[in-house]
């Protein structure tokens, strides 16, 4: 299983970033994928998860209405949109997959990419 993130970067408060999560090694369609983000000196924490393809869909509080998550399974490929970016969005963000249904949990993730940093300021 290979997880790699993409699209991070600088981006000011109120601005949009695109990051990419591309898998391989394993069937995509059918697994949970969740992104997750880490703050220096904080806990990761679960920001959007989508379940085998779309069939369920969730959002953290602090995100939700801002940032979309969606998948494209011929490309083998998960999506997070973000818009109205502010400073506290800022963190290392992850991609991670479970064959088992996971939502925002991060302990029921068992395959981790190596994260892409966003940076609000």
């Known amino acids: 299983v290979q997880l790699v993130e993409s699209g991070g970067g600088l981006v000011q408060p109120g601005g949009s970033l695109t990051l990419s999560c591309t898998a391989s090694g394993f069937p995509f369609s059918t697994y949970s994928i969740g992104w997750f983000r880490q703050a220096p000196g904080k806990e990761r924490e679960g920001v959007a998860s989508?379940?085998?393809?779309?069939?369920?869909?969730q959002y953290a509080a602090s995100v939700a209405g801002r940032f979309t998550i969606s998948q494209d399974n011929a490309k083998n490929a998960v999506y997070l949109q973000m818009n109205s970016l502010k400073p506290e969005d800022t963190a290392m963000y992850y991609c991670?997959?479970?064959?088992?249904?996971?939502?925002?949990?991060?302990?029921?993730?068992?395959?981790w990419g190596q994260g892409t940093q966003v940076t609000v300021s």
């Open positions: 991670a997959a479970s064959s088992v249904i996971c939502d925002l949990a991060r302990t029921c993730y068992n395959n």
């Open positions: 989508i379940l085998r393809g779309g069939g369920r869909i």
